[in-house]
């Protein structure tokens, strides 16, 4: 199994252009997840899915969406990217939400760049 | 909405000494307090975690304690060796919460 995996790894962009972070997960999985991390401010969520087709706001939402048309895919996409988007960004996914076995795995990350 | 603490930000340790790791949380229905170790590089990774109705749990040279009425729990790594060092994150969510919300991170250092 390859478990979470994302693609790109790096990512350089200017201000204003778009793109999408692709996370893809082969455990079956029903709940995904996409967080930045930034330095001196842990993990931040921005949005999660807790099945196909479902999608719901985190933390820190704003300038972002996402999509989950297949269970085992989940699109971040930034419309129009901003240098206060540079970041790293994780995907995971879990089984269930806490009630269960809830334990989140994450993928490598995405190095985001936005001059 | 839940607030987590972590503290020290930065914490180097004598290899073989142990390192201690604390976190606070806001809101008193938290019950799942998972720990997640970030090596250089890489996404975080559960190593430990503990529900509300136990008071500690160990695996190894790492445990975890919990005490609910301080609203507090903490990571305790026995005879640290170089492998230790990495990026640890805490964690509090509810049972049928959909989410974890994490702590801002401990950089461990083992020196040899």
């Known amino acids: 199994n390859a478990g979470v995996t994302q693609t790109p790894k790096f990512r350089v962009l200017k201000t204003g252009q778009s793109m999408t972070l692709l996370c893809a997960q082969d455990?079956?999985?029903?709940?995904m997840y996409w967080y930045r991390q930034d330095p001196g401010m842990g993990l931040r969520l921005i949005h999660y899915?807790?099945?196909?087709?479902?999608?719901a706001k985190g933390e820190v939402p704003d300038g972002y969406n996402v999509s989950r048309l297949k269970k085992q895919n989940f699109l971040l996409g930034l419309e129009s990217a901003a240098p206060s988007q540079t970041s790293v960004y994780f995907c995971?996914?879990?089984?269930?939400?806490?009630?269960?076995?809830?334990?989140?795995?994450f993928g490598p990350g995405t190095r985001l760049t936005v001059l | 909405g839940e607030n987590v603490e972590q503290h020290p930000s930065t914490l180097s340790v004598q290899e073989g000494d142990s390192a201690v790791i604390k976190c606070t949380y806001s809101d008193s229905a938290s019950n799942y307090f998972p720990w997640y170790k970030q090596e250089l590089g890489k996404g975080p990774q559960l190593i430990i975690d503990?529900?509300?109705?136990?008071g500690e749990k160990k695996d190894q040279r790492i445990a975890v304690t919990l005490n609910k009425t301080a609203k507090h729990f903490s990571l305790h790594i026995t005879e640290t060796q170089p492998e230790d060092s990495a990026v640890y994150f805490c964690?509090?969510?509810?049972?049928?919460?959909?989410?974890?919300?994490f702590g801002t991170g401990t950089r461990l250092t083992i020196i040899p």
């Open positions: 964690a509090a969510s509810m049972t049928g919460r959909e989410k974890l919300t």
């Open positions: 899915s807790v099945g196909e087709g479902t999608t």
């Open positions: 995971a996914s879990s089984l269930t939400g806490t009630s269960g076995k809830n334990e989140q795995f």
């Open positions: 455990m079956n999985h029903e709940y």
């Open positions: 503990i529900r509300s109705n136990v």
